[in-house]
């Protein structure tokens, strides 16, 4: 049986263009999805592939306008039949962010893989190509399933939850934590680290028709309660902390972070730091803070707004929402 897999595509270093071989500047989201999927017809991949084309962007401009349908023709494509499986191409600056918003937002029943690329289609040692093959060998194994959201860079299988970008150049750019990655791919090979973790499982959150406003404030030396308060502007509903260390901040910074969470408004400590737990400490109690565990600030981001989206403020159900990541 042919395998079926629709690819849906936003843009990208993947779909960029440099205009020379050696440039360092390029444009991103260049090249549409049929130009891209002639391209790649001539590797002799094993899979039928039919694309559509959602947004053809920088990923730094990627945000809800994009999310949405991107979320529904994933989501459609998961319900037909006829489809095995679903690759999404995009560029690696926000990919982190879109594949765990996905991973919480889609059921595991199908495989999900997102793929970009670090270098343009027209540059030395595009990898962009092998990077797609490598997709097309995840998508298509039946115990790609049950994973949840998969992400495929560097001959290496990533879990959304765990993965996030390390570097700005070279095309070892990502990794994972607390799990390094699930799965080592090339073109021809696939092995698997583990069983699945999400068989058959529903999306674990629905479909917000808005996302909250969640802002990340970034702590270092010197930040004080105005510069806390200056970036929390009238309507924000949350706020996560990219603290310092294990989640920490000045004196001055936690109390008005402290008066935030006093007046309803989730305070969620993550760290600044590419590695490493956030483990809830005596005084969250009685400052109202939220631990965000393994999760990064941009990713905490992600999910304290699919929370206040669905009515979920309280901080104890917050933290053991992010207990259960």
Request: proline share 5%.
């Amino acid at each position: 049986m042919t395998t079926k897999l629709t690819v849906l595509a936003t843009g990208g270093t993947i779909a960029g263009i440099a205009g020379s071989a050696i440039a360092h500047d390029y444009r991103a989201g260049e090249i549409g999805i049929e130009e891209y999927l002639e391209r790649v017809g001539g590797l002799g991949l094993e899979a039928e592939l039919s694309g559509t084309q959602i947004a053809n962007i920088d990923s730094a401009d990627i945000g809800p306008a994009v999310w949405h349908p991107l979320h529904a023709a994933a989501l459609a494509a998961l319900n037909d039949e006829d489809c095995h499986g679903v690759i999404v191409t995009h560029g690696t600056d926000t990919l982190e962010e879109t594949a765990f918003l996905l991973d919480l937002t889609l059921p595991a029943t199908k495989p999900v893989v997102v793929v970009g690329a670090m270098r343009p289609a027209d540059a030395v040692g595009y990898d962009g190509l092998r990077n797609f093959a490598n997709a097309v060998r995840v998508a298509s194994d039946a115990q790609a399933a049950g994973r949840g959201v998969l992400v495929v860079m560097g001959d290496r299988v990533f879990a959304a939850r765990d993965v996030y970008k390390v570097r700005t150049r070279g095309t070892e750019a990502f990794r994972g934590f607390p799990r390094e990655s699930v799965g080592l791919v090339t073109p021809a090979s696939l092995e698997w680290f583990g069983a699945p973790w999400r068989s058959g499982t529903e999306a674990a959150f629905g479909w917000p028709e808005t996302l909250p406003e969640v802002v990340i404030v970034y702590a270092h030396a010197g930040l004080d309660g105005a510069g806390v308060a200056r970036q929390v502007a009238e309507g924000t509903r949350g706020v996560v902390l990219a603290g310092v260390g294990e989640g920490n901040m000045p004196e001055n910074a936690r109390q008005e972070l402290v008066r935030l969470a006093a007046r309803g408004v989730p305070v969620v400590r993550a760290s600044r730091a590419d590695e490493g737990l956030v483990d809830r400490e005596p005084e969250d109690d009685a400052n109202g803070f939220v631990a965000a565990r393994a999760l990064n600030p941009q990713k905490a981001r992600i999910l304290l707004q699919l929370l206040l989206a669905g009515g979920t403020s309280d901080p104890a159900a917050i933290q053991r929402a992010f207990d259960g990541r």
